[in-house]
């Protein structure tokens, strides 16, 4: 089975500009969470996206939005983009049910000049 | 609230030396609990989990016991070895979220031969 696959695996942007990250599941997962890993904040939750609906949303501006399509894939959005914005973007893929084990993927690093 | 609290890092150890990274945790109810590995470059990899209350994950020679009473999940492995040097994150799952990962600060461990 395929891992949990991000796309683009860099990004550099500036101030200001928006960007969308992409994210495809394992196969048959209909969960799919987002994590921002930054060096003085650590892992912090974004947001998870179960069947295509947003089932938790961490404390992050509404700058930061996500979907999820039918297939189960995901994008996730920054838009007005700020230097703090700057982080390695986590995308996590489960079932969604029971245990819940999140799968991870290798990570989109943002760098925003 | 709910969170997760890691000893400080780096630690430093030659091989064959035995490890122990203190986790604690503060959470309502009854969290799972997981250690996740991170090697350079990449995503996070699972590394054992445990659902409940005296419950012993194991994997690759590490293991980790969830202690209710101390509201711990230390990780040990009795030898470790250089390719075990990696960044290790203790997380918990509230009961009532279950796709939200809460993860401590993290561990770095490097391993020298």
């Known amino acids: 089975k395929a891992g949990v696959t991000q796309t683009p695996r860099y990004l550099i942007k500036t101030r200001g500009q928006q960007v969308t990250l992409s994210c495809s599941p394992i196969s048959g997962h209909r969960s799919v969470s987002w994590y921002q890993q930054t060096p003085g904040q650590g892992l912090q939750f974004l947001f998870e996206?179960?069947?295509?609906?947003?089932?938790n949303k961490g404390n992050f501006p509404g700058r930061f939005s996500g979907r999820q399509f039918s297939n189960s894939r995901s994008e996730m959005n920054v838009s007005t983009l700020e230097l703090g914005d700057s982080a390695l973007y986590l995308c996590?893929?489960?079932?969604?049910?029971?245990?819940?084990?999140?799968?991870f993927g290798a990570g989109t690093r943002l760098s925003v000049l | 609230g709910n969170s997760v609290t890691q000893m400080e890092g780096p630690v430093t150890l030659s091989e064959e030396a035995f490890l122990t990274i203190n986790c604690t945790y503060t959470a309502t109810g009854y969290p799972s609990l997981f250690w996740y590995v991170q090697y350079p470059g990449e995503g996070l990899q699972l590394l054992l989990k445990a659902t409940k209350a005296d419950d012993k994950g194991s994997n690759k020679g590490f293991e980790a016991t969830y202690r209710k009473e101390t509201t711990s999940f230390h990780l040990e492995k009795g030898s470790v070895q250089v390719s075990d040097s990696a960044v290790y994150f203790c997380a918990l799952v509230p009961t009532s979220n279950t796709g939200k990962l809460i993860f401590g600060q993290g561990t770095t461990l490097q391993v020298k031969p």
């Open positions: 996206y179960f069947s295509e609906t947003q089932r």
């Open positions: 996590a893929s489960s079932d969604g049910t029971g245990e819940n084990i999140q799968y």
